[in-house]
């Protein structure tokens, strides 16, 4: 591949991952002013605004492989952002809540569309020495999306509720740069086939590769590991953005803007370390899967602590640095196990376990709330799912070691 070639198709694969975190978190600062314009509805009837998408990601997900039996990977995802476009922005011509909720969830299924081509397009273009940095880069892609499109959004809002929908026509430079640029192929959607190797990390820190034939069923026990971990890095994530401003403003002493202004500096420092995500994959190789749970843990034991200034700035930068890492890492790991398949094998159940890792949280997080007597009982439910994360972490290296010597 040339050059030229080379990096016109990783800024169109990196465009995409602009968009994806965009379905729901862009409208997050808008909400106050949906609601009062829906002030007949009530409170989760306008909340599925931000929440719907999600559940419409993990179905489109589950049914990619299908997809793409179908579609080539130029027409899906033209196909996907010009449903993100109209669905999107088109809401803004729209003032009934339901067609609202039906316009974001075709907003779900566009996501759906895509969200495996940014991760899994990366695994099919470019070889396994080089995805690290550019897993690195799509999950730093991903953080700006989130910064830009909070903010502006936040400002949208200010003209008037559904100026906020506006923001999603960011999606037309990705959209005119996947037609000149991503390749028409159609990627391989047979499970029980396996063209490209697998490789594990050993107990030295090296990767071994070795080819084999397998069952759809072993296949999917083989990417087990990083899809459960995602599911915990969402679960573990989102307990933050749900909980945050509503913790640290409780005593008064921190205002809106500067809470606002910690929670954009969590993104600015997860984008941070997505630039740098390739060069720590190269230094510390066999230590860079435990700073996620331990960031986590730490972020969230500190902000546990109290809500004075230093906790939130130190707790929330650690849980930053975790996001950051945490998120390309498994990406990382899935893409090399699936090789060249990885976009309609792996990349699918890893998107739909990040969206169903986010919907799920409050509901794993609430009932533990219940148990602990505090007002940071949140965070303190962080500490403990961080420590199942850890487990979880240690136990997969582990199976990979002694998968890597059999």
Not at 224 to 229: K, L, M, R, Y
Not at 255 to 261: G, K, N, W
């Amino acid at each position: 591949m040339k050059k030229a070639t080379n990096s016109r198709l990783t800024y169109t694969v990196l465009s995409i991952s602009l968009l994806t975190v965009m379905a729901g978190a862009a409208m997050a600062p808008a909400l106050g002013e949906i609601h009062n314009h829906f002030a007949s509805y009530g409170s989760l009837t306008v909340q599925l605004i931000v929440s719907l998408p999600a559940l419409f990601i993990v179905a489109t997900n589950l049914a990619f492989s299908w997809l793409c039996r179908w579609m080539k990977t130029r027409t899906l995802a033209t196909a996907g952002l010009c449903l993100y476009v109209l669905a999107g922005a088109g809401a803004f011509f729209i003032d009934n809540i339901w067609l609202l909720l039906a316009s974001r969830a075709l907003l779900g299924v566009s996501v759906g569309m895509v969200m495996p081509l940014s991760t899994g397009l990366l695994a099919y273009f470019f070889p396994p020495q080089e995805q690290a940095r550019l897993m690195g880069l799509s999950a730093a892609m991903n953080q700006m999306g989130g910064v830009v499109a909070t903010l502006l959004s936040g400002m949208l809002a200010a003209m008037g509720w559904n100026y906020a929908f506006l923001v999603y026509l960011l999606a037309l430079p990705a959209l005119v740069l996947v037609v000149l640029f991503l390749p028409n192929i159609r990627l391989n959607t047979d499970l029980s086939r396996d063209h490209s190797p697998d490789y594990y990390e050993s107990e030295t820190g090296t990767t071994r590769a070795r080819k084999r034939e397998g069952h759809p069923v072993r296949s999917l026990l083989r990417f087990a590991p990083s899809v459960v971990g995602m599911l915990l890095v969402m679960v573990l994530f989102f307990i933050y953005p749900t909980n945050f401003a509503i913790i640290a403003s409780q005593n008064g002493t921190i205002d809106s803007p500067t809470v606002t202004l910690i929670m954009v500096g969590l993104d600015v420092v997860a984008f941070a370390i997505g630039l740098g995500f390739g060069a720590l994959m190269r230094r510390m190789p066999r230590r860079v899967k435990y700073i996620a749970p331990l960031g986590f843990m730490t972020g969230y034991a500190i902000l546990a602590l109290g809500t004075a200034m230093p906790f939130l700035v130190a707790g929330s930068a650690l849980i930053g640095v975790a996001n950051g890492v945490g998120v390309p890492y498994l990406n990382t790991i899935a893409s090399i196990k699936g090789g060249k398949d990885a976009a309609t094998t792996v990349m699918p159940l890893i998107s739909a376990a990040l969206y169903l890792g986010q919907f799920l949280s409050p509901l794993i997080v609430t009932p533990l709330c219940r148990l602990i007597p505090f007002a940071t009982a949140p965070y303190m439910a962080g500490v403990a799912i961080g420590l199942v994360f850890l487990v979880q972490t240690w136990y997969s290296r582990r199976y990979h070691a002694l998968a890597a010597h059999q």
